[in-house]
């Protein structure tokens, strides 16, 4: 083989080479990587998050530690932003925690946030049961995010991140684009002015659960219940909706953190002194809460 035929096949097999290893460091390194590892704290799990605006809690983030009855299969999923515990028998999760502050509402606020429609649903392989976007297709339920994108949108990875379909359980429309919304967008004004807020969302699963997707394993919870804890107010309310059209305005499925506890089996706010944790999720009284505002 003459020299200069040998150079350009060795230029070809070199550039063969690196664009494997190429690939290969975006497998390692993408979102698609899930930050699981439950010898990790959260906070350091965090700081594992490649690229985004920088993430630093300003307070416990063990408030997002959720206790989990044995019964319930769990992997505890660390993304940037959210705190995933998936159900790999349901493939939905069991409940979803994260940290919303006013700097990050305001950033999610702003002209510059991401943008929702640039955002896609997609499998995060490395976590066992984990289904596809299109298990979702045709089902009559829509993919409902339990860390909603609006509070995302202060940073890509988040927003990534909270299209991954760990995050995600099956609603129907009328109550994903109903008066579960608007809980949504009061926790979201809530932030401005609460400073620091810790949201527990999730499914509330019970033994008459129907089931969708290709091979009828996604389970459709009958209700969802979401915990927001502000800590600098010592101040906490719950809400529980099912999954249906709601007929009267969300304000009226305000209860307190011991009743989810009571239905779920879960235990929230673990980290908290006993005398401090058992007043806190025994109170909800919702006209308590800043930038409150009736909508009926």
């Not at 909706?241 to 009743?259: H, R």
Request: proline content about 4%.
């Amino acid at each position: 083989m003459k020299k200069k035929q040998k150079r350009s096949l060795y230029y070809v097999l070199a550039a063969v080479l690196i664009a494997l290893a190429g690939y290969q460091g975006y497998q390692k390194n993408g979102f698609y990587k899930s930050a699981y590892n439950d010898e990790l704290p959260t906070e350091q799990s965090q700081q594992d998050t490649p690229e985004g605006k920088e993430y630093k809690s300003t307070g416990d983030l063990s408030l997002l530690d959720v206790k989990l009855p044995d019964r319930l299969e769990n992997q505890t999923v660390h993304y940037k932003s959210i705190v995933v515990y998936f159900n790999k028998n349901y493939r939905v999760p069991n409940c979803v925690a994260y940290e919303l502050t006013n700097t990050m509402t305001s950033m999610a606020d702003s002209r510059d946030a991401e943008n929702r429609a640039d955002y896609k649903f997609e499998r995060d392989h490395n976590v066992k049961g984990c289904p596809d976007w299109w298990d979702y297709k045709d089902s009559g339920y829509t993919r409902g995010h339990m860390a909603p994108a609006m509070d995302m949108r202060w940073d890509k990875t988040a927003m990534e991140q909270c299209f991954l379909m760990t995050n995600i359980c099956p609603q129907l429309d009328e109550m994903n684009d109903g008066e579960w919304r608007h809980v949504e967008e009061a926790v979201h004004r809530w932030s401005r002015t609460a400073k620091r807020l810790i949201v527990l969302t999730g499914p509330i699963f019970s033994n008459d659960m129907e089931f969708i997707g290709k091979h009828n394993d996604i389970a459709v919870p009958k209700s969802f219940f979401k915990v927001v804890y502000a800590p600098e107010l010592n101040r906490a309310i719950a809400f529980v909706m099912e999954n249906k059209k709601m007929p009267n305005s969300w304000t009226n499925y305000a209860t307190t953190i011991d009743k989810v506890e009571a239905l779920t089996g879960y235990d929230f706010l673990t980290s908290l002194e006993d005398n401090v944790e058992n007043v806190t999720e025994s109170k909800q009284n919702i006209k308590d809460w800043p930038a409150y505002y009736p909508r009926r």
